[in-house]
């Protein structure tokens, strides 16, 4: 992968992360780096919530996100499927970092189109964007993490090869 700021950002902040990190994205289809570093924050005892949507407006994606959001799962994630299509992005971590704008948490986003955020490294701010996402999270419903038929997880893994295209 090319080098990509708000990657390098999000995943050294996985690291360090020491109670929480926050997420609403509209697609995820993280590359293993960033992925990893997020089970592993859970596997630490961080905790991890993320908020995408049940459906969101490109099928593929979805299909392209579910190795990922089982992974998550299984590492102990609070993984949350919101009713509509939430088209907002946001990243919070601990008191420290909360990151909005224009990036989703794909590897189109991060490392080929031209994306920005907004870092915020106040406490007002970080509180108001927390509460947003306590606020889409709510609303949303658990994701359940099952295993798919055979021939699903098959085209999963198919649709996630080109993933980077997505």
Same mark, same amino acid.
């Given at each position: 992968?090319?080098?990509?700021? @708000?990657?390098?950002?999000?995943?050294?902040?996985?690291?360090?992360?020491?109670?929480?990190?926050?997420?609403?994205?509209?697609?995820? /289809?993280?590359?293993?780096?960033?992925?990893?570093?997020?089970?592993?924050?859970?596997?630490?005892? /961080?905790?991890?919530?993320?908020?995408?949507? %049940?459906?969101?407006?490109? #099928?593929?994606?979805?299909?392209?996100?579910? #190795?990922?959001?089982?992974?998550?799962? %299984?590492?102990?994630?609070?993984?949350?499927?919101?009713?509509?299509?939430?088209?907002?992005?946001?990243? /919070?971590?601990?008191?420290?970092?909360?990151?909005?704008?224009?990036?989703?948490?794909?590897?189109?986003?991060?490392?080929?189109?031209?994306? $920005?955020?907004?870092?915020?490294?106040?406490? $007002?701010?970080?509180?108001?964007?927390?509460?947003?996402?306590?606020?889409?999270?709510?609303?949303?419903?658990?994701?359940?993490?099952?295993?798919?038929?055979?021939?699903?997880?098959?085209? %999963?893994?198919? @649709?996630?090869? /080109?993933?980077?295209?997505?």
């Amino acid at each position: 992968h090319a080098d990509d700021t @708000v990657h390098a950002l999000l995943v050294a902040a996985a690291y360090q992360a020491r109670e929480r990190i926050l997420a609403v994205t509209p697609y995820f /289809v993280p590359d293993e780096a960033l992925l990893d570093a997020w089970c592993m924050a859970c596997r630490r005892g /961080v905790r991890v919530s993320l908020v995408v949507p %049940e459906q969101s407006n490109h #099928r593929l994606a979805d299909w392209a996100r579910e #190795r990922a959001l089982r992974r998550l799962h %299984e590492a102990g994630a609070q993984v949350l499927l919101s009713g509509g299509m939430v088209h907002a992005k946001l990243v /919070v971590v601990d008191g420290d970092l909360a990151l909005c704008g224009s990036v989703n948490l794909d590897g189109r986003s991060l490392f080929l189109n031209y994306e $920005a955020m907004t870092a915020f490294y106040g406490g $007002a701010e970080i509180d108001g964007l927390s509460r947003w996402h306590a606020r889409q999270a709510e609303a949303a419903g658990v994701y359940s993490g099952a295993r798919p038929a055979w021939w699903r997880d098959v085209a %999963e893994g198919m @649709v996630r090869a /080109v993933g980077f295209q997505l």
